[in-house]
């Protein structure tokens, strides 16, 4: 454990990121996730040539990386640099990108992190080969680096269905679509009629499942589960009219 981290640069709902040098952040979970499975699911997704950052060192609760450098696509939404067909246009993109990396082989360091118990709902019968899931893919998850957009925040990730990661991205946007005390909720709808216009309609197949992972993300309070049927609703309406 590094002796003095100063004050965290950024405080989330499970973690807190401290800068290390000039150049990398330690990830600090306070749930104790499994940093060291996280890091190899970093790792085997950014060898297949997927943007993640560059882990330098996971130990048990740290996980040290690589700081990316650019404003998250939250970020760039809110300050007008992004619009809200380019963001979606985005998320499905980095959909695609990470459903098309091959899953690890069982003896790969991976395999066990991308398999281990999940609070998501994985089982799909007859939803085809499964592959790498992120199952937090937002845009406070997506930073916009020069090289490209990147992706942070593998917690979450598992073996599964691609209908699943895409259908938990339109749930979460419509989370925020959905509150009506929420003053990104006009600009959250844009965006979701935006990704369910772009997205593989196979999503909703998926929606039940989306709809227990997120309810069952310990990342959320009780009040962000109580926006989840809610936020159901809204995407099974949207997807018929887009
Ligand atoms: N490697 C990184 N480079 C730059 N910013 C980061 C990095 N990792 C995290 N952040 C910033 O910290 C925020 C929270 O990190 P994240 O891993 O998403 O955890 P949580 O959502 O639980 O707080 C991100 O939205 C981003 O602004
Ligand atoms: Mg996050």
Redesign the pocket.
């Known amino acids: 454990m590094a002796p003095s981290l100063g004050a965290p640069?950024?405080?989330?709902?499970?973690?807190d990121?401290y800068a290390v040098g000039a150049d990398r952040?330690l990830?600090r979970s306070r749930s104790g996730a499994d940093t060291v499975g996280t890091a190899e699911v970093m790792r085997h997704v950014r060898a297949a040539g997927f943007p993640a950052?560059r882990v330098d060192a996971a130990t048990d609760g740290d996980l040290t990386?690589?700081?990316?450098r650019g404003p998250?696509l939250l970020q760039s939404i809110l300050g007008g640099r992004t619009s809200l067909a380019g963001s979606a246009r985005i998320l499905v993109a980095l959909h695609d990108a990470l459903h098309a990396v091959p899953p690890p082989a069982p003896d790969e360091p991976a395999y066990e992190a991308l398999t281990a118990p999940s609070f998501a709902t994985l089982d799909a019968p007859g939803a085809g080969a499964p592959c790498v899931l992120h199952l937090d893919l937002h845009p406070?998850?997506v930073?916009l680096t020069a090289d490209g957009p990147a992706v942070?925040?593998w917690t979450n990730a598992r073996l599964g269905p691609a209908g699943l990661d895409l259908a938990v991205t339109a749930v979460v946007l419509a989370e925020v679509a959905a509150d009506e005390d929420d003053e990104l909720a006009p600009g959250a709808r844009v965006l979701l009629d935006a990704f369910l216009h772009l997205a593989d309609p196979v999503l909703l197949r998926h929606l039940d499942a989306a709809a227990r992972t997120r309810a069952a993300d310990p990342?959320l309070d009780p009040s962000e589960v109580a926006l989840v049927p809610a936020a159901v609703a809204l995407v099974a309406r949207e997807a018929r009219r887009s």
Do not use: I, K, Q, W
């Open positions: 640069l950024f405080s989330g709902a499970d973690a990121l952040v990830r950052p990386m690589e700081l990316l998250t406070a998850n930073v942070l925040h990342g």
